[in-house]
């Protein structure tokens, strides 16, 4: 038992690790942070995501708007310090569950790249990935199932993302899906190859013998 | 798809729910809510909880200082309206984490009352136990591990729980233990039984059959 920081706080060692979790469910806890222009398909592929990987046995789980901006961050605006202070929270939520045992598909535009190295900051090398939903701005507002582009463009909405504020593009992805140019499917299936190639999804073979902390150096 | 609220979110039906996670894993997603003074032993029993709810195959997590404060919160104070945005965040962690499956054990002083009605407004029935960690101050003061009830004795912490500031019992926390005169075992051993018998343990009998949502009624 260590104090740090606030005298108030006390620091426990856990009695169950992350390892210990990763060990028993045979997978990684770790977080798929998602990323990509207003309509780039980003919720869609998260949940489809979520739903192929609950049927391969592994305990996934998405935040999202949904349950994010009107529960935890209801005391958010959409100002920039507030989006900045929304995206925070986002990472350490995901964090948490990642050490949870969780594997987390984190869906926001999270258009600054120095919001989501942020939150890649958070994790252990080899638990975060981050994954493009690389679409066209021109796909994403033909798209645009909430006429929001439309608002965009004519001042209604204002700071829209990809119209008059910026999306900053990820230059170091670990994955990249192309939803203007993929079917679901596919992106889905591109996402849980990669997962498998790292080994996410066979994590009892990996973290056997480790007896404390998960391994280290699988870069990210 | 619905759209509530903001127009910039839109809500998504989620393609895995809490009741499927809870039919696969065999047991259902809660919060455990542990309360009680400082240095009333909510965080050793907590973790020695957690520990046995792994053992017996289940996915427990702890949320406490050592996880909330440090991260998530670092950005609040101790002030009387930070110490309840402290609350209540926790509290919508602990929810979420529940509907990912897991038993959540959220350990923290929580003096007020509206504070814990709040967090367990968030759960369905049958999802919530508050934990009274029961100990008489003085037993509590006589630890005093980190010679901070002294402290507040002298007025040099002020505000402190049970000393400068109010500690409000739980009138109606589903689980009791008496930290001060039952063994750690003897704890464990009681939150787990009560765990059982409210059919926690066993979601999957619970849950056969029910399409989308968890069985309610259950109290709470």
Known sequence: MKIRGSTNIT???????????????????????????????????????????????CNAYVLDGDNIRHRLNKDLSFSPEDRKENIRRIGEVANLLADAGIIVIAAFISPYRADRA????????????????????????????????????????????GISAPYEEPEDAEIVVETDRQ?????????????????????????RGLPRKSSKGQGG
């Open 11 to 57: 620091w426990h060692r856990p009695l169950v690790t992350q390892a210990d979790r990763d060990r028993r469910n045979g997978y990684k806890g770790v977080v798929l942070w998602f990323t990509g222009l207003p309509s780039s398909g980003k919720s869609t592929l998260a949940h489809q995501t979520e739903r192929s990987l609950f049927d391969r046995g």
């Open 118 to 161: 942020q939150a890649r900051a958070l994790n252990d090398p080899g638990r975060f990935f981050e994954v493009y939903c690389k679409c066209s701005l021109e796909t994403c507002e033909e798209r645009d199932p909430k006429g929001l582009y439309r608002k965009a463009r004519t001042g209604e909405v204002k700071e829209f993302t």
């Open 183 to 207: 079917g679901l499917e596919e992106c889905v299936s591109e996402i849980l190859s990669h997962l498998e190639e790292r080994g996410v999804l066979t994590a009892s073979a990996e973290g």
